[in-house]
């Protein structure tokens, strides 16, 4: 219920000691209901990560090893570790390349589908490999693919010999997770993008086509621009997710041995520092490190696409 202005001049000649009153009352209710989320979310979240981070600067096994200060060593050995820069640099690939031709396809297909009849059957078909389990689809992946999976079957019935390959092989595997990443990530994107075009109103689109407008300068003066702000979410949001893959690969490579180096992220080279592996190394302080790298490398990544993509809201 609003206010009328009898109200207001009513409040106003109030004593201040009761609007003081009334204002710590108000205080207590708000309080009252945000301290237990408060404390739940600085227990589990927050400590745990400036324990992470001190932790980065210690020599520690885990729960029941006590923690040794060792200064900068551990990140001095991150600078020095082949097998880290190569994580580093795979995450890199994905971030960059899956993104380019995940939203390039997301693109595509929106504009594709958008003037269809089944479009949200197609909007569903597109989105179901993202909600099926990353482990699921990274065994199925990794089966289909493998040397006597059923990709080179297929391909040896049809008489196609010459296509068939090992695409398994640490020498290409991970162009073959890049492409995997791509196929299993681009119906999300699809549809947080068809969200943005479907508030767009059917006038721009029939004015657009009475100026004699094609469909690249549809999208570029009229899509684009009436999307930008789910688009810079979306590729922010790309850009969080993209650094934390792990499940997918990691079953993608399978689970038996060590994924071969050429195969590792970020997640995976810390997973195996820590409690993965085999035997489990469990440097602990080494695997924070590895940590904090990656937060700092999340942090650089989405300021970056902040500035990049700013633009004025285009209001309509």
């Known amino acids: 219920m609003t206010m009328t202005i009898e109200d207001r001049r009513r409040a106003r000649r109030r004593p201040r000691p009761a609007r003081r009153a009334q204002d710590k009352k108000r205080q207590r209710v708000y309080w009252s ?48 570790d082949t097998e880290f820069h190569t994580a580093f640099f795979n995450t890199l690939e994905v971030v960059v390349y899956c993104g380019v031709a995940i939203f390039v396809l997301a693109f595509v297909l929106t504009m594709l589908i958008r003037e269809m009849r089944a479009r949200k059957t197609l909007r569903s078909l597109l989105f179901f490999p993202y909600v099926v389990s990353p482990l699921v689809v990274g065994i199925a992946l990794g089966m289909l693919l493998a040397p006597d999976g059923a990709l080179n079957a297929i391909l040896r ?14 020498d290409v595997i991970f162009k073959t997770i890049l492409v995997s990443i791509v196929w299993v990530t681009t119906g999300f994107y699809v549809l947080l993008l068809m969200a943005g075009v479907d508030r767009i109103p059917a006038y721009f689109y029939e004015d657009s086509e009475l100026a004699g407008a094609n469909a690249v300068q549809k999208f570029w003066h009229v899509t684009l621009p009436l999307t930008w702000d789910v688009v810079t979410v979306a590729a922010v949001l790309w850009v969080i997710n993209s650094v934390r893959i792990f499940e997918f690969i990691y079953a993608f490579v399978g689970t038996a041995s060590s994924p071969p180096i050429s195969a590792r992220t970020l997640t995976v ?48």
């Open 33 to 80: 209901f945000l301290t237990p989320a408060l404390l739940v979310y600085v227990s589990l979240f927050i400590a745990p990560a400036f324990v992470s981070v001190y932790a980065s600067f210690t020599k520690w096994r885990g729960s029941g090893d006590n923690m040794h200060y060792t200064g900068l060593a551990n990140y001095r050995r991150l600078w020095r």
């Open 157 to 170: 019935d049809v008489g196609l010999n010459s296509l068939t390959g090992e695409w398994l092989n640490p």
């Open 269 to 316: 080279e810390q997973f195996l520092t820590t409690t993965g592996g085999n035997p489990p190394a469990y440097e602990m302080g080494y695997g924070c490190a590895m940590g904090v790298v990656m937060v700092v490398l999340i942090g650089v990544l989405v300021v970056l696409m902040r500035r990049v993509m700013r633009r004025d809201v285009v209001e309509f």
